[in-house]
């Protein structure tokens, strides 16, 4: 069984910057993949990104590649999305997620099996 708790989220001007945080509990949180997805109002939820909690590859929509980071603490269980370069359009809940998505599939939100309960994220314009 794996816990996942978002926070981090709020109110920003477009063009400015929010850290996301992931804290997950578990003992086996170290073997999965953790993902990043949204979900703006009206729409179907959007992967943002990824990684192996072991470290290694990360992966990004090409919506935010370049703005946004995924990385992980080890030591405090926690992982992070830090978001640079805001935009209106990355307005949506946030959440963060645990699975074991094949090669490939680290998109597909039906891979992951554990979810945060979400954080708002609001960018003004």
């Known amino acids: 069984q794996v816990q996942l708790v978002e926070s981090g989220g709020g109110l920003v001007q477009a063009g400015g910057s929010l850290r996301l945080s992931c804290a997950a509990s578990?003992?086996?949180?170290?073997?999965?993949?953790m993902g990043w997805f949204r979900q703006a109002p009206g729409k179907e939820r959007e992967f943002v990104a990824a990684?192996?909690?072991?470290?290694?590859?990360?992966y990004y929509s090409d919506s935010v590649k370049g703005r946004f980071t995924i990385s992980r603490d080890s030591a405090k269980n926690t992982a992070y999305l830090q978001m640079n370069s805001l935009k209106p359009e990355d307005t949506a809940i946030y959440s963060c997620a645990a699975g074991r998505p094949l090669s490939g599939a680290y998109t597909n939100a039906a891979w992951y099996v554990y979810w945060g309960q979400g954080t708002q994220v609001t960018v003004s314009s």
């Open positions: 990684m192996s909690w072991s470290g290694g590859d990360t």
């Open positions: 578990g003992r086996t949180v170290s073997t999965y993949k």
